[in-house]
């Protein structure tokens, strides 16, 4: 990137609109938000997202826009996103729509939540049912994928078949831990959680996905 899009004066003018922030994960023990990448979604380098003034996601440049042109056509789109959430957010059934869509392309809705959502919008029109209906389903392949992935994992857990790769054991624990939750099999949570806690460590990587998943833990506990 550094000897491409980036030196480009097509993307000086673009990053002047714009606040740019690079971040670095170092694996330093103890370094301040080391595990950020992770935490928006990243999973290679580099990655590049867009953040609102809260640090939420709201949009993320792929990897055959990596040009000045597409970064600002990404830039548009996240502020389209934002526009869109706060129309939502006044009561606008359309832009509840759009909304309710873009977060499910951007895998931040279940499906069972995504159903809710547009379930509250009321009757869409064809284009909307064909739009709905495609992100649904991808939604559920998803899903689906997940599950069976769960399913095998939960089965050599009971066989004493555990990864000894440490990133591998805090995939499969990772893993476990959301299949778990979805068929509301606390225990197996508990199990799981303890497993990715143990792999995670103090690796700075993993500790918003080990508070992430103790929070899922007590919630789900809860209301038990």
Known sequence: ???????????????????????????????????????????????????DAKGEVVGQVQGSDRTAEGFAESAKQAQEFIDVRNKAAAGDKGAKFKYALAR???????????????????????????????????????????????ERFAKMLSEGLVPVDNMKQVNFYWALFGYAEHVKDVALMGKAFTGLQTAAGDDPRFVRAVQNAEQRLAKANETQ
């Open 1 to 51: 990137m550094e000897g491409g899009a980036l030196l480009t004066e097509e993307f000086k003018e673009f990053s002047e609109t714009v606040v740019p922030f690079l971040h670095i994960t170092t694996q330093i023990e103890g370094r301040k938000h080391d595990d950020l990448l992770g935490t928006v979604g990243g999973r290679g380098f580099p990655s590049f997202f867009f953040l």
């Open 104 to 150: 499910a392309g951007m895998g931040k809705l279940t499906v069972e939540e995504f159903k809710k959502e547009i379930k509250g919008v009321g009757k869409l029109s064809d284009a909307d049912q064909a739009a709905y209906n495609g992100a649904l389903a991808d939604l559920m392949v998803d899903e689906i994928q997940a599950t069976a992935v769960g």
